[in-house]
């Protein structure tokens, strides 16, 4: 059982690394060759938090190729937390950090945690560390620096969010809470009615 349900959306540029960080995640193998995400894919975790709480993490992986924009956009609303790549050795996936946060400030509230992710630092880089986080720092983004190839930051990738969010609980209107779900469950549930005419009762 779990006491809240996160509704994580992962995005960015196309070939950041989004679909590799959620497989690693899951324990899946790393793959090298590039498959495209088709629309959104979804997968879950269950996530321990402090005070013996567990969290459902749900993800949802949101293609980066601009053809699919009008079907991932409808999963940037209502959600607990995002995650959002870029690659630190390809400029291109850089510049467009700016616009992916518009969109997703857009149509979440400033209070939604959103962390900063630059990935593929086992590569050779073109974008300092400095640079992204003055970019972070500018938005109120958290950053960190991950490879999925080597694993390295990738399970504190996922923490910083889950703490962040976590945290900032009670300012986030879209964290279910399942706990309030099964008291309102026993509250709302009808009294047994019994038949006055026809049986002992
Ligand atoms: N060198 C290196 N390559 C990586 C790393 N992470 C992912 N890749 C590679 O980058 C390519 C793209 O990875 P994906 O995870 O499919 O990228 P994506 O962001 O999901 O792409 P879309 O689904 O099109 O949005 C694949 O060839 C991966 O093997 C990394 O940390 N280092
Ligand atoms: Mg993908």
Redesign the pocket.
Known sequence: MYNYIFKICVF??????????L?CLQEMD????????IGVEYSTKIFNLEDDKKAKVTFW?????ERFMSITENFFRKVTGGML?F?V?DRESYNNVLKWIIKFRNLNSSDIPLVLIG?????KRVISKNDALILATDFHLKYIE?????KENVLNALNLLVDSIYEHKDENPNIENCDEDETQLLLNHPKPRYCTNCCIF
């Open positions: 960015g540029d196309y070939n950041t690394g989004k679909t590799s960080f497989n790393y793959v090298r060759t590039y498959e495209p995400t992986d949101c293609a980066g190729q790549f690659d050795s990935n593929k630092i086992d590569k991950v490879s999925v190839k080597t």
